[in-house]
């Protein structure tokens, strides 16, 4: 009854936070409103959830700096984890899908966040594209979840090369984000909400700027999963 309860008030707290930032992005494109109501809403939706958020390694970030984050991910719980815990204004990409949710999923498309089609190589393409000029012109930080969608038993899944992709076009140091313990707040297929602890760990930056092949990539990209998996708590 409890998780129902908050599950509730979440959505209706979603609601509520959605009507203003629909119109955020058309009065302030500099984004910054849209971030600092973002912080707002993530914090909101863990007070209600009762949960506790635990940050490590805030030190690597200068937040004078643009980077691309590549965490893992198996629950709802890691956007509001990663947008409350980020010391820099950071975009995400998310399921074009999204788009058609009334209010939640319009505010998510006017803003400055990055939907791509998945099935459209093409869109996909235009996708990056945009996270580029974000990145380059608006000094927006993206959050890539590398696996592609949420893992089902909280292991981290093989990682697909869309991040590292771009990372290395825009030539931006990436952050290996582990996220531990959303999983046990709500699991992916479950409505019901647990309390308990986040805790989100953020290691050192690794530069992309030496990255010139297809080989170099997919590197990388094993190198970033291996230090995920390695600070990710049990």
């Known amino acids: 009854m409890i998780s129902l309860i908050r599950v509730f008030l979440i959505g209706l707290f979603t609601a509520l936070i959605s009507i203003p930032s629909l119109f955020i992005p058309f009065l302030d494109r500099t984004f910054k409103s849209y971030f600092f109501v973002s912080r707002i809403f993530s914090g909101g939706v ?36 990663l947008q409350k815990s980020l010391p820099v204004n950071t975009s995400m990409v998310y399921k074009e899908e999204l788009n058609k949710v009334p209010l ?46 949420r893992s089902k038993d909280d292991t981290v899944q093989p990682f697909k090369r869309g991040a590292f992709y771009l990372a290395t076009r825009v030539n931006h140091p990436i952050v290996p984000v582990s996220i531990s313990g959303t999983n046990k707040i709500m699991s992916k297929g479950k409505l019901k909400i647990n309390p308990g602890t986040i805790t989100v760990t953020y290691d050192k930056p690794i530069d992309t700027t030496n990255i010139k092949s297809k080989v170099d990539e997919l590197a990388l990209m094993e190198k970033v999963r291996e230090i995920v998996i390695q600070n990710k708590e049990v």
């Open 46 to 81: 863990l007070l209600l959830s009762g949960v506790k958020l635990k940050v490590k390694g805030l030190e690597h970030i200068d937040v004078d700096k643009t980077y691309v984050f590549v965490a893992n991910h198996s629950s709802m719980f890691d956007i509001p984890a």
């Open 104 to 149: 939640f999923g319009w505010q998510l498309k006017f803003g400055p966040y990055i939907y791509i089609d998945r099935k459209n190589p093409e869109k996909a393409m235009k996708s990056i594209e945009r996270a580029k000029k974000l990145m380059s012109k608006k000094k927006i930080s993206v959050v890539l979840f590398a696996e592609g969608t």
